[in-house]
């Protein structure tokens, strides 16, 4: 086999490698999510190194027992329920010793209706907790609707863009290598035109190897001025916040609470920042004082380029992990219905 020969197919190898690389990669990132890089310098010890995570922070709730859990009790007290649950369960089991046969009289009355007003104010408390969270979540929702509506337009737009690179690459690669070898048949007059034939085999290898590089920038699609309307982030990095992305009072408390029995002596808000610093599927945070992290990720402050499908990202995963941790209040206030009806004690 010539040297020339040699080369054309060296440059035929180089050239297939890299456009088939390049497409990989991007494919590879159609989700828009890009591949974990290492921390960036100035990231917290432990940042992006866990790559299976698991759940954090259960509740606790045993349906199986009478007795109430202790971080369903811990919420009990936030909720200034735990006198009117005492109460209740002193009234019902005076009421259960009545004896049937007894005449009705007015304090045996009383005692029913004090028995119903109670209930009832023990069932409009835990009724209000649950507004409550459905008040956090119906903000939460609405902004992950909208984060998922930009990330399938930043996606659709980058994908596009890759496949018009895609399409160049080939098509220029399939020209060129044409052309080359078109001029490397020997005719009657000129046996062969080798130069021109290698040149244009090396422009075949090369055009398609920087438009496969190319491609491989476009993954991460286009970057645009980050917005400056505030999420239900801010609140957990102490950036301002407006009435639209505040708190219910027993939802922060639940949040800004340490759990029953937990080791650590972190609130539920700082152990799920915690997971997400460590977490390696959310790249781009790595810190809990990285300003520039921040910025971008609570959408507080205008960032020039701050808008990218990796922050999207970013930014979906964290409100909808937060949204499963506050949605865990609900399990505890089922079980403070249980005791209510008298289907658990305190």
């Known amino acids: ?5 040699q080369f054309h197919i060296w440059c035929l190898f180089v050239s297939v490698n890299f456009i088939l690389t390049g497409s990989c990669y991007a494919q590879s990132n159609a989700s828009g999510k890009s591949i974990a890089a290492k921390a960036p310098a100035g990231s917290e010890s432990g940042a992006n190194t866990l790559a299976l995570p698991r759940q954090i922070l259960k509740t606790g709730v045993n ?9 369903t009790l811990q919420l009990a007290e936030d909720l200034k329920l735990i006198p009117v649950l005492e109460k209740l369960q002193d009234l019902r089991d005076r009421v259960k010793a009545l004896d049937a046969s007894q005449p009705v009289t ?3 009355l009383s005692l029913r209706q004090e028995l119903i007003e109670t209930s009832y104010k023990a069932d409009r408390i835990i009724e209000d907790a649950n507004l409550a969270v459905d008040f956090t979540l119906a903000q939460l929702v609405a902004e992950e609707n909208l984060y998922s509506e930009l990330l399938a337009s930043f996606g659709a737009e980058r994908d596009k863009a890759v496949a018009r690179t895609n399409a160049i ?12 070898e078109g001029l490397d048949i020997p005719t009657y007059r000129v046996p062969r035109y080798s130069i021109s034939s290698g040149i244009n085999g090396i422009i075949a290898g090369i055009v398609p190897s920087i438009a496969s590089f190319y491609a491989l920038r476009q993954v991460s699609g286009k970057r645009r001025t980050a917005d400056e309307e505030g999420n239900m982030l801010a609140k957990l990095f102490d950036y301002p916040i407006n009435p639209e992305i505040d708190y219910p009072e027993p939802v922060w408390d639940f949040l800004s609470e340490v759990p029953v029995g937990d080791r650590s002596g972190k609130s539920r ?15 781009t ?20 380029k701050g808008l990218s499908i990796d922050t999207l990202t970013t930014r979906q995963l964290m409100l909808q992990q937060l949204g499963a941790e506050i949605l865990k209040m609900k399990r505890m206030l089922y079980e403070l219905a249980l005791a209510v009806d008298g289907g658990k004690r305190l």
């Open 1 to 5: 086999m010539s040297s020339h020969r």
């Open 169 to 180: 690459s080939f098509g220029t690669n399939g020209i060129l290598w044409a052309v080359a």
């Open 106 to 108: 007015l304090e045996n």
């Open 63 to 71: 349906l199986s027992t009478k007795s109430l859990s202790p971080n």
């Open 269 to 283: 808000k700082e152990q799920l920042i915690d997971r997400w610093i460590i977490d390696k599927n959310i790249p």
């Open 285 to 304: 945070f790595t810190s809990r004082t990285a300003k520039e992290q921040l910025d971008k990720i609570t959408a507080t402050v205008t960032r020039r």
